[in-house]
């Protein structure tokens, strides 16, 4: 193993980091919750893992409903073109899909990754708009500290300071950012409805909702759609949002014709201890974005859905189609697990919930480390924000001596554990959380 640690230096590039950055660890088998890891020097590690592989593989892994998915999605066939064809993992996945849906969503458009489907939405919102008669709406209203992918579109609407469009001149669009909604104090691991004056949020909801509407209002001709994250901004920041910011956005968007794109990539499937991230704000999106969780990490795969009144729209414009259409459109194997994963969602009606207030209670000792700013739960996430940047390696080496795998960034330091943790796993991956940073950082 150690062998290919080095075989992979300087071959690979890795998310976000330089060719010779940080060894990194590799993975010798995953199996259930746990993640069997070698390091650059040999060392061994049995750990938990708190990342559900970047929020994905909320079952944990080789999950036998899952594995025969696959196995015998395989032995049908494991793809083929979705122009002038179909399949029956992918009907049955769409219609799994508008049935869990939050709001009358019935169209689905399979796309290939988290990043496409945030394309297919900001497409499908201007087509939309042009469709009914508002061809120059074509810009998008985004917010401050949001993260919806790497694509050129996507980017466009990631905050425009981290997500570096100063370095792309000319290739990001340039769009309208409303402030980073205030922070919502969270209990329990659930959410309340007003700001957490412990965090830097800076303004009140009133406040922020009415620059909400004053931007909207000043732009609108232009604009196609407000795209967010609801109540979660993930990879921006791990930041909760009071729901009552959403419902605002909502009825804006209503006011002005202008479409609401809920992100529910990192979000969705309960992983805010609700269904959908917008269940919270008890608010329905016009096109709704899913991927991560929807395979259960097996595959990559995302989905976007929208209204009746889009898919109509669009069907009685000039062009008739969605312009859109990669090769790998609808993967059936990855249909198939996606429906498997979807099928095993019933099981975890209350355990996010439960984990939110084992995560609370777990996390709370780290509220009292000098180097700890702020600690926030919601459902299935836990977030320890420190006063400044974690040394990630030394951190992350902490937490595995500690018997867990996490990958913080920033001044962040988070968990978003498998559902299928018990409250002892969920207990640990909070303790080594917290011994980790006091080593680390004090
Ligand atoms: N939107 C959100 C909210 C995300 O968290 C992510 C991934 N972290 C994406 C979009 C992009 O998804 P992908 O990495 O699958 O392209």
């Not at 939110?356 to 180097?371: F, I, V, Y």
């Not at 001596?401 to 018990?422: H, Q, S």
């Amino acid at each position: 193993m150690k062998g290919l640690i080095e075989r992979d230096r300087g071959l690979l590039w890795h998310p976000y980091a330089a060719l010779d950055g940080p060894a990194p660890y590799a993975v010798r088998s995953a199996s259930g919750t746990r993640l069997q890891l070698e390091s650059v020097e040999g060392s061994r590690f049995d750990v938990l893992d708190a990342m559900s592989s970047w929020w994905c593989a909320i079952h944990g892994y080789r999950h036998p409903a899952l594995d025969a998915a696959v196995h015998e999605q395989v032995d049908r066939f494991s793809h083929v073109m979705f122009g002038g064809l179909t399949h029956e993992p992918a009907i049955c996945l769409a219609e799994d899909l508008v049935a869990l849906a939050p709001g009358p969503l019935q169209h689905v458009f399979l796309a290939d990754s988290g990043s496409v489907a945030v394309e297919v939405a900001l497409k499908l919102a201007v087509q939309f708009q042009a469709a009914t008669g508002h061809p120059r709406r074509r810009r998008f209203v985004a917010l401050r500290g949001g993260y919806h992918g790497d694509t050129t579109g996507a980017m466009s609407v990631c905050d425009p300071v981290d997500g570096m469009h100063a370095l792309f001149p000319g290739l990001v669009a340039d769009q309208l950012f409303l402030p980073r909604p205030p922070a919502a104090r969270t209990i329990d691991g659930d959410i309340a409805d007003s700001t957490n004056s412990g965090t830097d949020s800076g303004t009140d909801i009133d406040g922020w909702v009415a620059e909400a509407e004053r931007l909207v209002a000043a732009h609108a001709p232009t604009v196609a759609a407000i795209i967010v994250e609801p109540v979660l901004q993930g990879a921006g920041g791990m930041h909760v949002y009071p729901p009552g910011c959403l419902r605002a956005l909502r009825r804006i968007a209503e006011h002005h014709g202008i479409m609401l794109i809920a992100d529910e990539i990192a979000t969705g499937f309960g992983r805010t201890g609700r269904p959908f991230a917008v269940d919270h704000a008890g608010v329905a999106p016009d096109i709704l974005c899913v991927g991560k969780a929807l395979t259960g990490g097996y595959l990559t795969l995302a989905a976007v859905l929208c209204t009746a009144a889009v898919g109509r729209a669009i069907t009685t414009s000039p062009h008739r189609a969605l312009l859109h259409g990669p090769t790998f459109m609808g993967n059936p194997l990855a249909c198939a697990v996606a429906s498997a994963s979807v099928a095993l969602l019933p099981g975890y009606a209350d355990r996010v919930t439960v984990i939110g207030r084992e995560l609370a209670a777990a996390l709370a000792p780290a509220t009292g480390l000098a180097s700890v700013r702020d600690v926030r739960v919601l459902g299935g996430v836990g977030v320890v924000q420190l006063t400044g940047p974690v040394d990630v390696p030394a951190v992350t080496r902490a937490a595995l001596d500690r018997g867990v795998w996490i990958r913080p960034f920033r001044d962040l330091v988070y968990t978003m554990p498998p559902f299928v943790c018990g409250t002892d796993e969920i207990t640990a991956i909070a303790t080594a959380i917290t011994g980790a940073v006091a080593q680390v950082h004090g």
